[in-house]
Nanobody, 124 residues
Framework: QVQLVESGGGLVLAGGSLRLSCAAS????????MGWFRQAPGKEREFVAA????????YYADSVKGRFTCSRDNAKNTVYLRMTSLKPEDTAVYYC?????????????????WGQGTLVTVSS
C-alpha cells in the first residue's frame, strides 16, 4: 500500500502561483511514477502532469504545458506541482497518484494509488 496526502491548495488570483505537494508513505517511493490529475466541478477527472521514478522525465497535458512544473524529491518521498500563470479554468480538485512502472502513465486507470485531493480555486 502507498498512502498519498496532498497539500498546498487554496484560493489564488488569476495570474498567480501555487505549489502543490504530495507526501507518500508505505512503500519505496522511488519505485513509483507519480502523476497529477484534476477534476473541475461537473467534469471528469483529467490528466495534468506526471514524472517518472527518477524525476528525469516529465509529461504534461497541453493545457498546462509551459505553466506547470512537476518534480519530485525521492529523499523526501514527495512530488510537487508548481503552478504558475493560473487561470480560472484551472480551478479543480487536484489529485496525486502513484503507479509502479518505469514509464510515465497518463491514463487514470494506470494508477494504483490516489490521494484525497486538494482544492485549487483561481479567482478572476
Amino acid at each position: 500500500q502507498v498512502q498519498l496526502v496532498e497539500s498546498g491548495g487554496g484560493l489564488v488570483l488569476a495570474g498567480g502561483s501555487l505549489r502543490l505537494s504530495c507526501a507518500a508513505s508505505g512503500r519505496t517511493f522511488s519505485n513509483y511514477a507519480m502523476g497529477w490529475f484534476r477534476q473541475a466541478p461537473g467534469k471528469e477527472r483529467e490528466f495534468v502532469a506526471a514524472v517518472n521514478w527518477s524525476g528525469r522525465d516529465t509529461y504534461y497535458a497541453d493545457s498546462v504545458k509551459g505553466r506547470f512544473t512537476c518534480s519530485r524529491d525521492n529523499a523526501k518521498n514527495t512530488v510537487y506541482l508548481r503552478m504558475t500563470s493560473l487561470k480560472p479554468e484551472d480551478t479543480a480538485v487536484y489529485y496525486c497518484a502513484a503507479d509502479l512502472t518505469d514509464f510515465i502513465p497518463t491514463r487514470e486507470y494506470d494508477y494504483d494509488y490516489w490521494g484525497q485531493g486538494t482544492l485549487v480555486t483561481v479567482s478572476s
